[in-house]
């Protein structure tokens, strides 16, 4: 590898894009982002490094192989991490196709892009692969000799990319790999995230901004992480002799249930679950009110229920630790930030509020 260690991430602006840039600037490495075009920027997770030297950012669209083309000729990384994807499993549903392009046929562009830039040689390629891939899983927990059960189109579109990647390392030598991350979280993770959803209401219900959530099923099973502690491990799977893919997982395993359970137990509200299934109730232990409700429309076609991670190789030959921070911490971690950002938003809606009685009575003008 050259010298000059020069990462391209693309999905620069996600949660794992925005750690991992942060990451590898303190490794000394030119960092190259990749954001889609649009007429709003909505890029507040990387706001921070932009005007730093060393922190770059290239418009490029992964179902457009000029652009991908047209940056890999420019910036001549060493190491390619691809995030890039629409990795919202519930959407896939409704947007197969669009899923489809960049999870799958984005991967390819990526790959084939490197090839006829010259550079399969002289750069690393990250593959961002996922847990999904187990999906109807076939045995717990999972790691990287179970068979693959993909459940939904995302899951599908991300089997595509673990074995293009596979079959360019095999056919063409080249340094390419996968992670296989189970699911990680964090207090950047999007709105729309099932652990996210729970943390924020958890705040919102505390500040009496919210009066209940409504979720799917509370008892699916997940083994989370903190993603901050996940991007150590992608850098990590490059920086080995010889390609391989790896289970990034911390081997631990919750529900849903406990995710709600330990967020409202930071806010001081203790939750007693009653019923089951779609008449599964979580209840303030020491009120009685009904904070939260399971509803059918958050329940998927296919629903996985099971993921649960062996982190057995990465800890072997990465030397990485899977439990740098712990379940709880996380959720710690989520809720303290979301309980600061709601009590911010009351502020300001406040000030908006005295903003608008004083234009209405003419104090201000």
């Not at 207090?187 to 729970?198: A, D, N, P, Q, S």
Request: with cysteine.
């Amino acid at each position: 590898m050259a010298n000059k260690n020069i990462a391209l991430i693309t999905g620069v602006t996600g949660q794992d894009g925005s750690y991992l840039s942060e990451f590898l600037l303190k490794k000394g490495y030119d960092v190259h982002g990749t954001i889609r075009r649009s007429s709003v920027d909505f890029r507040e997770r990387i706001a921070h490094l932009e005007g730093l030297p060393n922190f770059h950012l290239h418009y490029v669209d992964m179902s457009d192989s000029m652009s991908i083309i047209q940056v890999l000729r420019k910036v001549r990384p060493t190491e390619i991490y691809n995030l890039a994807a629409q990795s919202h499993v519930q959407v896939s549903f409704d947007s197969p196709e669009y899923t489809a392009d960049v999870d799958a046929v984005g991967v390819l562009r990526i790959l084939e892009g490197v090839r006829q830039c010259g550079l399969e040689d002289t750069c690393r390629i990250y593959q961002a692969s996922t847990s999904e891939l187990y999906g109807k899983v076939e045995e717990v927990p999972q790691n990287e000799n179970t068979p693959f059960h993909p459940y939904s189109p995302y899951a599908v579109a991300k089997l595509y990319g673990f074995w293009i990647v596979k079959e360019y390392r095999e056919a063409y030598n080249m340094y390419c790999c996968s992670g296989i991350l189970f699911n990680h979280e964090s207090e950047r993770r999007g709105e729309t995230f099932v652990t996210r959803k729970i943390s924020l209401a958890a705040a919102r219900i505390k500040q009496g901004k919210q009066e209940k959530l409504y979720l799917g099923n509370l008892s699916s099973l997940r083994d989370w992480g903190y993603a901050k502690d996940y991007v150590e491990c992608m850098w990590l799977i490059l920086q080995q002799e010889k390609p391989e893919d790896f289970v990034i997982a911390t081997g631990v395993q919750h529900s849903v249930r406990d995710f709600c359970y330990y967020a409202f137990k930071r806010v001081g509200i203790e939750l007693e679950f009653t019923g089951e299934g779609i008449d599964e109730k979580g209840i303030d232990k020491a009120t009685g009110r009904v904070l939260i409700e399971v509803s059918k429309d958050f329940y998927r076609p296919t629903d996985v229920v099971n993921l649960w991670g062996d982190p057995t190789k990465a800890r072997a030959k990465l030397g990485w630790n899977p439990n740098t921070t712990g379940f709880q911490e996380l959720v710690n971690l989520m809720v303290d930030h979301d309980m600061a950002k709601v009590a911010g938003e009351g502020a300001a809606e406040k000030v908006r509020m005295n903003l608008a009685e004083f234009l209405e009575k003419g104090i201000v003008k």
